[in-house]
């Protein structure tokens, strides 16, 4: 009955799903590649910048439209470009991305 029970509740635990965690700041303050891929459009910014570890450099600002920059990790003199609308919810969503490295 014990040996039962224990079963029934390994198989149970087992059962529930678990879910990946964004990057929690594995690197800081740049965004590598399996970051950049890990996004996609629609996100929330504050995802974006959760999963990228950083929140980036204001660009730019037109018309509900904002610009975001963002370092490459181990690239020198590259960036991450992103942009983000206002949604009905009031939060900023990525529009697209785009990286500039080789």
Request: some cysteine; glycine content about 6%.
């Amino acid at each position: 009955m014990l040996k039962r029970l224990a079963v029934s509740v390994a198989l149970a635990v087992a059962a529930v799903p678990l879910s990946v965690a964004p990057a929690s700041a594995d690197t800081p303050g740049c965004v590598t590649r399996a970051e950049f891929y890990a996004v996609h459009k629609g996100d929330t910014m504050a995802r974006v910048h959760r999963v990228w570890d950083t929140d980036g450099r204001f660009r730019f600002f037109s018309q509900g439209v904002m610009n975001r920059g963002y370092k490459i990790c181990n690239v020198q003199g590259t960036n991450v470009f992103a942009e983000y609308t206002k949604r009905a919810d009031d939060r900023w969503h990525l529009v697209w991305k785009k990286a500039n490295a080789q």
